[in-house]
T-cell receptor, first 117, second 117 residues
Framework: AQKITQTQPGMFVQEKEAVTLDCTYD???????LFWYKQPSSGEMIFLIY??????QNATEGRYSLNFQKARKSANLVISASQLGDSAMYFC??????????????FGKGTKLTVNP | ETGVTQTPRHLVMGMTNKKSLKCEQH?????MYWYKQSAKKPLELMFV???????ENNSVPSRFSPECPNSSHLFLHLHTLQPEDSALYLC????????????????FGSGTQLSVL
C-alpha cells in the first residue's frame, strides 16, 4: 500500500484564485511529520510547509497553508492567490518511525499545477 | 550561490562509461543524501551520509558507488549503468540533531539529469 497518495496528476487554476492539492497518508504511528515540496522545471525541490502530527493548529507559510485532518489522514496544501510562478510539480511527503530520521521520509508521486493567466 | 550545488546539470553516458556526479552544500549541514527521481515514480532514497558515515544504502545496485570525503561534499560514482538508470539524481542535505526530529527539513540541489544510452 502506498504511504502517500496524491490523487491529482494535474491541476489547473486561474491566476489569483486559490487551489487545493490533495494528499492522504497511511501510518500507524502516533508521531510523524508531513511536508510539502515544490519542484519547478529547474529541478530543485523547494520546501514549502511542515505539519507535525501533534500540532493542533494548521500550518501556514505566507500564501501556503496545510489543511490537516488527522482523523481522515489527509494533509491538503492550499495555495491562495495563485501566481504564474506557482506552476510546478508539488510533492507531499511524510516522515514516520521511532527516530524520525530522514531515512523515513516518503514522497508521493506528485501533482503538476498549472496556473493560467 | 545556492545552498546545494550539483554538477553537471546534464549527463549523457554510454553503458560502458565511468562518470561521477558531484554535490556540494554550503549550509553547514551534517547529513547528505542521494535521491533518484524517475518519471511517474515517487522520489527514491538511495544513500544517506550522517557525519560522513554512510548510514543508509537503500538496496542500490553496486554500479552506483557513493563517496563522502567531508560533510560538505558528496559524490556518486557511476559505472556500467543500464538504460533504466536514466533519471534525475537529486542531492540533499539537512542538519540532524541528536534526538528525533520529525520536522527536519531537507534542502535539495537542482539535480543531474542522467541519460544512459
Amino acid at each position: 500500500a502506498q504511504k502517500i497518495t496524491q490523487t491529482q496528476p494535474g491541476m489547473f487554476v486561474q491566476e489569483k484564485e486559490a487551489v487545493t492539492l490533495d494528499c492522504t497518508y497511511d501510518t500507524s504511528d502516533q508521531s510523524y511529520g508531513l511536508f510539502w515540496y515544490k519542484q519547478p522545471s529547474s529541478g530543485e525541490m523547494i520546501f514549502l510547509i511542515y505539519q507535525g502530527s501533534y500540532d493542533e493548529q494548521n500550518a501556514t507559510e505566507g500564501r501556503y497553508s496545510l489543511n490537516f485532518q488527522k482523523a481522515r489522514k489527509s494533509a491538503n496544501l492550499v495555495i491562495s492567490a495563485s501566481q504564474l510562478g506557482d506552476s510546478a510539480m508539488y510533492f507531499c511527503a511524510m516522515r514516520e518511525g521511532d527516530q524520525g530520521g530522514s531515512e523515513k521520509l516518503v514522497f508521493g508521486k506528485g501533482t503538476k499545477l498549472t496556473v493560467n493567466p | 550561490e545556492t545552498g546545494v550545488t550539483q554538477t553537471p546539470r546534464h549527463l549523457v553516458m554510454g553503458m560502458t562509461n565511468k562518470k561521477s556526479l558531484k554535490c556540494e552544500q554550503h549550509l553547514g549541514h551534517n547529513a547528505m543524501y542521494w535521491y533518484k527521481q524517475s518519471a511517474k515514480k515517487p522520489l527514491e532514497l538511495m544513500f544517506v551520509y550522517n557525519f560522513k558515515e554512510q548510514t543508509e544504502n537503500n538496496s542500490v545496485p553496486s554500479r552506483f558507488s557513493p563517496e563522502c570525503p567531508n560533510s560538505s561534499h558528496l559524490f556518486l560514482h557511476l559505472h556500467t549503468l543500464q538504460p533504466e538508470d536514466s533519471a534525475l539524481y537529486l542531492c540533499a542535505s539537512s542538519q540532524r540533531g541528536t534526538g528525533a526530529d520529525f520536522g527536519e527539513k531537507l534542502f535539495f540541489g537542482s539535480g543531474t539529469q542522467l541519460s544512459v544510452l
